[in-house]
């Protein structure tokens, strides 16, 4: 299988899993606000969401490769900055004189600069990293071993994305060892989250490239993530 059908229109089940993983970057952000009690800790409730976003990440490298999960991972950028958008103009407009639900409004929906700061560069550098470590570890592995991939390419992104939204969100709020400790229980969360799911993605991946017809191996592609090309 190769680059053949690539350039037909996308496929339902591409629209499909794009749909999907826009779905949960959305969903993870508004649920990040709860904080809930899992096995003795505590974390955000979006930490049972979140990871789906880099299982469908995993998908789409996997299959389509490199260049278009860039495509989809700025796709996603775009969608939830119009979600923060519409959110917070949902709250600056005055509210009707019967509502008394303003101030749960801006507590629950309401962001700060340094946590939308924080949300965005996480996002970013995590799936950035995500997609280019499936990518280069396909090639280096000649498309074999897909749980070593998708495991690899986990820790590096699930760590990043962690670390980098704990350090921004809270340093100097929290002291260093809580943050540490946040950042190692959120990561390994995630990581055996999407370790559990392995079976869903190797059966993903077969159907998607038995019925797309397409296995992409990224030899010539350039790894720039701020081009579109």
Not at 19 to 33: P, R, S
Request: aromatic fraction near 14%.
């Amino acid at each position: 299988m190769g680059n053949n059908r690539m350039n037909r229109a996308y496929s339902p089940y591409f629209v499909g899993i794009v749909g999907l993983f826009i779905t949960t970057l959305i969903i993870a952000n508004i649920t990040a606000v709860k904080l809930v009690m899992v096995a003795g800790v505590i974390v955000p409730a979006a930490v049972m969401i979140f990871p789906v976003s880099y299982i469908t990440g995993d998908v789409l490298t996997e299959v389509y490769g490199y260049s278009r999960a860039r495509r989809v991972i700025w796709l996603g950028f775009m969608c939830n900055l119009v979600a923060v958008g519409a959110i917070w103009l949902g709250q600056i407009l005055p509210p009707a004189p019967f509502w008394d639900g303003q101030a749960a409004y801006e507590r629950i929906l309401g962001y700060t600069p340094r946590l939308l700061t924080a949300s965005f560069l996480a996002y970013l550098i995590g799936e950035f990293f995500n997609a280019y470590v499936m990518a280069r570890l396909k090639i280096l592995t000649a498309g074999r071993w897909l749980w070593t991939r998708t495991v690899s390419s986990t820790l590096i992104g699930q760590g990043l994305d962690s670390l980098v939204f704990i350090a921004v969100a809270f340093a100097g709020t929290i002291p260093v060892k809580t943050l540490a400790l946040i950042v190692l229980t959120q990561w390994l969360l995630k990581c055996a989250y999407e370790a559990a799911a392995t079976p869903f993605t190797y059966w993903a991946v077969r159907f998607l490239k038995r019925r797309e017809g397409v296995d992409v191996y990224d030899h010539h592609t350039r790894f720039n993530p701020l081009t579109l090309k």
